[in-house]
């Protein structure tokens, strides 16, 4: 245990490159990306939930790609393009956004930027999903207070929305 | 008790910049709570309550006094008042309140309570300042206040051509006497009320800048991460901490106390520059625990104890006619026994705190919080400081479902904040905010039904078993008396059934409770509605006509609910083979809402094909907001149906995250149609809470009519029934 401790304790310097900002931070190795994220980088919008790679509120793109910062180490993120909530759009004006206000999905909201971090990475991938396509995407991400029914809703128009005018 | 608030300090409070307006009611003065004043021109504000505050050469800003935890107040609470001042939301800054006193003591969310108890209330307050704004400007114009109209935040006289914006007329306005009955509005007018209103928190919380309390900073704080007891009742003996501090970054190991109900449990607290490096400090802490013997506590062997005490006669909850005659002389008997489980709350954010102890001994808290007046008063006297000398910044409460009604989690900021000098920011891991506890507790059910010759109802009793949330919080708990906390809604239910008997039999715990959304009904309304379907079964009734034959035109509200569902659901069509349908509907002190479930045989399980929701407000302000409850409460009922649940042995709790402790996936979750009787009127029932009691009887109803299995435990695993 204590020898582990001690390993842990190493620091290094990392360059994060999140929302195409270029952030030096002087970390633990194993930090995860979500605390580097939120502590270090000072970026709020990515949430904590479980810590271990259950819940999805920490959802964030690497190179497009939908990863559990949770779970992620620090590390690993380096040298790739990290996007948060944050860097999506200046107003609001993401398709995705804009269905969430449409079909004004968010009740407590703590879960939300998780969700809308993996359907941007999914519509990206899958312009015309189908109804069980878009539950499939986004079954990973959980919400206690139950605002599926409506993200289903929202995920479907954030999909026409893109069509109309591609973001 | 009179408050005196000097007006610097309320000015500090509003940051207002003028002589405006200020309106409110007198409010801590518990006498004359209600009675609108106007507080613009004292130079002492005694115990009042401003609510809305129109700055001449600022904005108009309204004071949102129930914590926003997802279930929309902070759209439909200022929405009240905006409404009787022809003000939309756009041209208003919402305010969260923090507990002021002047601010009154119902700042809270809970008990699905802030509309039903509020409604008018903060409607007149809207109303007193649209008046002498209307008056301010029709005397200085010389036209009638009658010809007067407000529009957009303005006053105009149309005539005349004339108009003043309301921040031009405020000085003026504060002069005037504050109307004792405004006149509201007709609600045929209402531009917010009743109306689909987008939430102003909407987009805050679709691009991360909607700031909860987990997410506040302060320069020079400390995180910190606790280890606390894994056995409930545990006692700390000692602690090592020579790891803990060669971990980089990790500044204090120091103890607190976490008060929980009647509890007091000790942590020790790893405080460091940054969070993970404090969890890291704990993980390399080695604690000593006493476990006082609560090693040994087994749920399972708990449950045992339950069943064995159901045996004893209890005590009377209500009785009507004569229970034991009618059901000793009836011709059909039967009984039946119902369990349900404990289980968590886990809100998405766990519970964490910022608290800043300051040297002046004044104490400034940042938290995710149900219950900022009762933080105030209670701090106050357990740490002996003015209540005026506690702030509370209440954030944006990432879901509460009760959980957040009990501030444990603060006092364990608060503490560490004063003992290491410094701002100190306690976030709970998910595995703390599992284990820990407190939990929804559970409630067994026995049940005696009796039907006379004609296969009508004519006794019934329901006799619950159960620990008590009462006990867990109040020292003073009586256990010779029945438990009204604990037999929520067994005796309200609007079926008329000539004899009846509701028992209480309480059993001892030593494990945090708490209410949990929808409290006790969320599990006595599944073994209530269950029992009443074995009884429309034996009777060889359709347990929907069974329903309404219990209610005559006395109990209009449940009829016209059912009624509803049966409509909207088609009750009476015929539903494909291996498909089943069941109804539940439960009405207690939050409100009266009920289900029609569909489901169908899917290989050994269940498939839920569509739940309809009815929920009976009477008057309300949001439907697009009460569909998103209804919906969410049906999520949240169905994970409390089907999922795990809490258990606890050698006095720990075994599940740790949601891994093993699940909650329901959207690829889990039926489509739902939700329906809103609202006719209007001042008898007004709650949104937050009704919508979840009904699910798990309907489900487990709809499971019976499809395959003939009776559910009699929760939870059950629907894939296997
Ligand atoms: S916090 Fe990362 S998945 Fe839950
Ligand atoms: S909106 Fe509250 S957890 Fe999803």
Known sequence: MLNWCLQLSFMAAITLTVNNKQYKIDVDPQMPLLWAIRDFVGLKGTKFGCGMAQCGACTVLMDGNPVRSCSTPVTAAANKKISTIEGLSDNLEHPVQQAWIEFQVPQCGYCQSGQIMTAVAFLKKNPNPTEEQIDAAMQGNLCRCGTYPRIRKAVKRAAELMKAKPF | ?721
């Open chain 2, 1 to 721: 008790m009179r408050t005196t608030l000097s007006r610097r300090r309320f000015l500090r409070l509003s940051s207002f910049t003028g002589a405006g307006l200020i309106i409110g009611l007198n409010g801590v003065d518990g006498k004359a709570f209600g009675q609108l004043v106007n507080l613009s021109n004292d130079a002492e504000l005694v115990g009042v309550t401003p609510f809305v505050l129109i700055d001449p050469k600022g904005g108009i800003t309204i004071y949102n006094t129930k914590p926003e935890l997802g279930q929309g107040t902070f759209q439909s609470i200022p929405s009240l008042i905006a409404e009787e001042l022809d003000l939309t939301l756009d041209l208003v800054t919402i305010r969260q309140s923090g507990g002021q006193i002047e601010l009154g003591a119902d700042q809270f969310s809970g008990g699905s309570a802030s509309i039903r108890t509020s409604y008018t209330k903060y409607r007149k307050v809207g109303a007193a300042a649209r008046e002498m704004l209307v008056t301010a400007a029709s005397q200085a114009w010389g036209v009638p206040a009658q010809e007067c109209i407000t529009e957009n935040g303005k006053v105009l006289h149309k005539a005349s051509n004339r108009s003043a914006t309301y921040q031009e007329l405020a000085a003026t306005a504060a002069k005037l006497e504050v109307p004792k009955e405004p006149k509201l509005k007709d609600p045929s007018k209402f531009i917010l009320l009743g109306k689909r209103v987008k939430r102003p928190d909407i987009p805050l919380k679709s691009n991360g800048t909607a700031v909860f309390g987990i997410d506040v900073e302060v320069p020079g704080m400390l995180y910190a991460s606790i280890e606390r007891c894994p056995v409930f009742g545990g006692k700390l003996i000692s602690f090592d901490d020579s790891a803990t501090k060669k971990v980089k970054g990790v500044q204090q190991v120091i103890t607190c106390e976490r008060l929980i109900g009647k509890y007091r449990f000790e942590g020790v607290a790893v405080l460091a520059d940054n969070y993970w490096a404090a969890v890291q400090g704990r993980k390399a802490l080695k604690v000593k625990w006493d476990y006082q013997g609560y090693d040994k506590f087994s749920l399972t062997a708990y449950e045992q104890q339950l069943r064995e005490l159901a045996k004893s006669e209890g005590v009377v909850d209500h009785t009507k006619g004569d229970f034991d005659k009618a059901y000793a002389a009836a011709p059909t008997k039967l009984e039946a026994f119902y369990e349900t489980p404990m289980v968590s709350h886990s809100p998405m954010e766990p519970m964490n705190c910022l608290a800043h102890w300051k040297e002046n001994n004044q104490i400034e808290i940042w938290t995710s919080t149900q219950v900022p007046f009762s933080i105030k008063n209670s701090f106050s006297k357990e740490y002996k400081v003015k209540p005026e000398d506690i702030t509370v910044h209440v954030q944006f409460n990432g879901g509460g479902f009760g959980r957040r009604l009990y501030p444990d989690y603060v006092h364990e900021a608060v503490q560490l904040s004063k003992k290491a000098g410094k701002p100190v920011k306690a976030i709970w891991t998910r595995e703390d905010d599992t284990q820990q506890g407190p939990f929804r507790p559970m409630t067994f059910s026995a049940f005696k039904g009796a039907l006379d010759a004609n296969k009508k109802p004519v006794a019934f009793q329901h006799k619950v078993i159960s620990p008590s949330i009462g006990a867990a919080t109040n020292p003073n708990y009586d256990k010779t008396k029945t438990d009204g906390g604990m037999t929520e809604g067994i005796s309200e239910q609007a079926y008329e059934i000539p004899n009846m008997k509701n028992l209480y039999v309480h059993a001892d715990m030593h494990v945090p409770l708490a209410a949990w959304r929808a409290v006790t009904s969320t599990t006595l309304a599944f073994s209530h509605e269950s029992f009443l379907d074995e009884m429309a079964v034996k009777a060889g009734a359709d347990p929907m006509a069974f329903r309404l034959s219990m209610l005559d035109s006395k109990h209009s509200d449940t009829k016209r609910l059912l009624e509803k569902l049966k409509e909207v659901s088609n009750w009476d069509k015929p539903l494909p083979a291996g498909w089943g349908r069941g109804v539940a509907q439960w009405e207690f002190f939050a409100g009266l809402a009920g289900n029609v479930v569909e489901v169908s045989k899917k290989g050994d399980g269940i498939k839920i094909e569509k739940v309809y929701a009815v929920i009976d407000l009477g008057t309300m302000v949001n439907p697009d907001m009460v569909e998103a409850q209804v919906e969410g409460a049906i999520v949240m009922a169905i994970t409390a149906a089907i999922k795990n649940g809490i258990r606890i042995e050698n006095g720990k709790t075994i599940q740790s995250n949601f891994h093993n402790n699940p909650i329901l996936k959207i690829t889990e979750t039926p489509p739902i149609e939700v329906f809103i009787l609202a006719e209007g009127g001042e008898k007004i029932k709650g949104v937050g809470e009704p919508g979840l009691p009904p699910l798990a009887p309907a489900l487990c109803n709809a499971i019976f009519a499809a395959t003939g299995k009776r559910i009699r435990r929760l939870p059950f695993d629907i894939n296997k029934i």
